[in-house]
């Protein structure tokens, strides 16, 4: 005899959803799980963009104060995203744009921190257990990146596409964040690291710049799909 009882996740998801109608429209409404993760994150996004600009304003280091004009960056995208998305229509697309916009424009930010991790040798060091976490912490954003993707690329709006684009650039971003990390603890200082470091940093840097340009040439493309599902309706 079993001593752990076999759960069927259907079962539960129906039994919860029958429960409350807010879990019930997290199971069945695929754009309504999508954005309530995506905004899971804004309040610590917010925190940490605020302890690092003020931080490295204290200790007079650009490349912290750079670090958390990102961070700012990155919430303000969340931000508009999810509003434009509450309110669909002509608000979205613009809402779309603007976000694309942001997040090319942070490709710029991103290259400076980078030059300056190879220049300057700016980035901190941590201790070996905040290393740890940060790893922990981008393989999960690289994977829930990736499953927003797969879950949602049928879903054809704006608000999704540069959402998706959004989460899949931080999770490149935080990758180099954790390989600089690595480096400062296993590596030896050399400069064959800082290169290592700078052209994974560009390549970077270079998808952020291309993800927002693409977001915004693939609109035209939203736009048609949308009026052929509502022509068909």
Same mark, same amino acid.
């Given at each position: 005899? $079993?001593?752990?009882?076999?759960?069927d996740?259907?079962?539960?998801?129906?039994?919860? =959803?029958?429960?409350?109608? !807010?879990?019930?429209?997290?199971? $069945?409404?695929?754009?309504?799980?999508?954005?309530?993760?995506?905004?899971?994150?804004? %309040?610590?996004?917010?925190?940490?963009?605020?302890?690092?600009?003020?931080?490295? !304003?204290?200790?007079?280091?650009?490349?912290?104060?750079?670090?958390?004009?990102?961070?700012?960056?990155?919430?303000?995208?969340?931000?508009?995203?999810?509003?434009?998305?509450? +309110?669909?229509? +002509?608000?979205?697309?613009?809402?779309?744009?603007? =976000?694309?916009?942001?997040?090319?424009? =942070? =490709?710029?930010?991103?290259?400076?921190?980078?030059?300056?991790?190879?220049?300057?040798?700016?980035? %901190?060091?941590? %201790?070996?257990?905040?290393?740890y976490a940060?790893?922990?912490?981008?393989?999960?954003?690289?994977?829930?990146?990736?499953?927003?993707?797969?879950?949602?690329? +049928?879903?054809?709006?704006?608000?999704?596409?540069?959402?998706?684009?959004?989460?899949?650039?931080?999770?490149?971003?935080?990758?180099?964040?954790?390989?600089?990390?690595?480096?400062?603890?296993?590596?030896?200082?050399?400069?064959?690291?800082?290169?290592?470091?700078?052209?994974?940093g560009i390549?970077?840097?270079?998808?952020?710049?291309?993800?927002?340009?693409? !977001?915004?040439?693939?609109?035209?493309?939203?736009?048609?799909?949308?009026?052929?599902?509502?022509? +068909?309706?």
């Amino acid at each position: 005899m $079993s001593v752990i009882k076999r759960i069927d996740i259907k079962e539960e998801k129906k039994r919860l =959803s029958r429960k409350n109608k !807010v879990l019930e429209r997290y199971f $069945s409404d695929q754009k309504f799980h999508f954005f309530l993760l995506f905004s899971v994150s804004i %309040p610590v996004n917010i925190l940490y963009a605020l302890i690092k600009t003020i931080y490295g !304003v204290v200790i007079n280091s650009h490349w912290i104060i750079e670090n958390g004009i990102y961070y700012i960056l990155l919430t303000l995208m969340r931000l508009i995203v999810i509003e434009g998305a509450k +309110k669909g229509g +002509k608000k979205e697309f613009v809402a779309t744009r603007i =976000s694309s916009f942001i997040l090319s424009l =942070s =490709s710029a930010l991103y290259l400076f921190m980078v030059l300056e991790m190879y220049y300057n040798a700016s980035a %901190p060091s941590y %201790p070996g257990f905040v290393v740890y976490a940060a790893a922990l912490y981008s393989f999960i954003k690289v994977g829930t990146a990736i499953k927003g993707y797969s879950s949602t690329r +049928k879903i054809k709006t704006p608000a999704i596409k540069v959402a998706n684009a959004i989460k899949i650039s931080h999770a490149f971003v935080s990758l180099i964040f954790l390989e600089s990390g690595m480096l400062n603890i296993f590596g030896n200082g050399g400069k064959d690291e800082r290169i290592l470091l700078l052209v994974s940093g560009i390549v970077v840097a270079v998808f952020l710049l291309f993800s927002g340009v693409e !977001v915004c040439r693939n609109l035209k493309d939203v736009t048609s799909s949308i009026s052929m599902e509502t022509k +068909k309706k």
